[in-house]
């Protein structure tokens, strides 16, 4: 039955884990610091929780690194981030001894990849082409991405397409999303909205939400949230 408890229904290796990554700039606020720096500091929060979930077995990890609606803060804060994100791939890329992300982990970038830059773009499919065989776990970092735009592209795709009206069934719909749904999804930042993150695949997703920023997220609070998800009894609406 649905009704059982998570831990009778699935194994941590056939969950799919969502996290939105917020509040970098309010905790380097808070401390003085510039955005930039907290940015610096959750890059580093996401490398130890990657590797932290990749140690319980977690199957799909899918981090909220930066929205659609991200693209409207200032120039200096968006050049910052895009270049901690290259900078983090090229270091990982230039390792003498084998790269943890890259031997065990297939690495997806899911989100309007139109938007960002051609040199960026270059290092993604790098990544994606390295990682590709890789079956320990698989990482969706969403850049640049949205969920409503995300449904828009499946409705667009189908007008492309020719597909009749009768044609769009939700298992179509499924089949052109960027990820599968999501069986849990964690929030830092103080907040408790899920802020267009996914918003079909979190349909009947289990919430957490923290009253921490990303930068103090750590490994005790993920395995927190993995023991709320597994007391959970889902019905899926039944």
């Given at each position: 039955m649905k009704t059982?408890?998570?831990t009778n229904i699935k194994k941590m290796?056939?969950?799919?884990?969502?996290?939105?990554?917020?509040?970098n700039r309010r905790w380097a606020q808070e401390r003085g610091l510039s955005p930039t720096?907290?940015?610096r500091e959750g890059l580093e929060t996401a490398g130890k929780i990657i590797r932290e979930a990749h140690k319980k077995g977690i199957g799909m990890l899918t981090l909220f690194v930066f929205s659609t609606e991200n693209w409207k803060r200032p120039k200096k804060e968006v050049v910052f981030l895009m270049g901690l994100i290259q900078s983090f791939f090229n270091k990982e890329?230039?390792?003498?001894?084998?790269?943890f992300l890259f031997d065990k982990i297939k690495i997806r970038v899911v989100g309007e990849r139109d938007k960002?830059?051609?040199?960026?773009?270059?290092?993604?499919?790098r990544v994606e082409?390295?990682?590709r065989k890789n079956k320990e776990m698989i990482?969706?970092?969403a850049l640049s991405y949205g969920g409503r735009s995300e449904i828009l592209g499946v409705i667009k795709k189908a007008v492309r397409d020719g597909i009749s009206e009768k044609e769009v069934t939700e298992d179509y719909v499924k089949k052109n999303l960027l990820a599968p749904d999501m069986d849990l999804i964690i929030r830092t930042g103080k907040e408790k909205r899920l802020s267009n993150f996914f918003i079909w695949q979190a349909a009947y997703s289990e919430l957490y939400f923290l009253d921490?920023?990303?930068p103090d997220f750590n490994e005790k609070d993920l395995g927190e949230a993995l023991d709320y998800y597994k007391k959970r009894q889902r019905r899926f609406g039944e």
């Open positions: 059982s408890l998570i290796k056939n969950c799919h884990i969502g996290i939105i990554l917020d509040g720096e907290g940015h890329f230039k390792k003498e001894k084998k790269s960002i830059s051609s040199k960026i773009n270059k290092i993604i499919e082409e390295k990682t990482l969706n970092i921490k920023y990303w």
